[in-house]
């Protein structure tokens, strides 16, 4: 115990003398640069991209034709080849493309429909050059699309 107590204050001072010397270090605390892609109209109070440095932030897109902002009509490809179109046009009006994705969400209505949108999802990466995926399945998503995708990408 006695050797407790005297351990303590030394540990309290060589502690408190590397808080000084970390206190006088050079740290900027300029934040990274936000930059607010909209190519495209929106069905609500979001944007389709933020920057943030080298990363890309892209809402989740759904099969809206971006001409006439209604839901494209089809099987679960279409969807999903529509879904991808507009994430296509987000990452490009941003200056990215499908290859500096490195992680993608993928919401599905249905789980039975994963291997389809799968097949379908594949084509849009290069060969080999996945984005790390999350697939969930949820009981809803807007304007009753069955699929929606969600990216990041990094420059």
Not at 12 to 22: E, K, M, P, R, T
Not at 54 to 69: C, E, N, W, Y
Not at 90 to 103: E, K, Q, T
Request: a positive charge; zero cysteines.
């Amino acid at each position: 115990m006695n050797s407790a107590r005297l351990l303590l204050p030394l540990l309290l001072v060589a502690g408190a003398a590397h808080a000084q010397v970390d206190a006088g270090r050079q740290v900027s605390d300029t934040p990274a640069e936000k930059r607010y892609v909209s190519p495209t109209e929106v069905i609500g109070p979001y944007t389709p991209a933020v920057q943030a440095g080298r990363f890309l932030f892209v809402s989740g897109q759904i099969a809206l034709d971006p001409k006439t902002g209604q839901m494209v009509k089809g099987d679960i490809e279409t969807e999903t080849l529509q879904v991808l179109a507009n994430l296509r046009t987000v990452l490009r009006a941003a200056g990215y493309d499908s290859a500096d994705v490195v992680s993608a969400t993928v919401y599905l209505t249905d789980m039975n429909m994963y291997a389809r949108v799968n097949r379908v999802y594949a084509g849009f990466f290069p060969e080999g050059k996945y984005p790390a995926r999350v697939a969930v399945q949820v009981s809803a998503l807007p304007r009753q699309a069955n699929v929606e995708i969600a990216v990041v990408g990094y420059k």
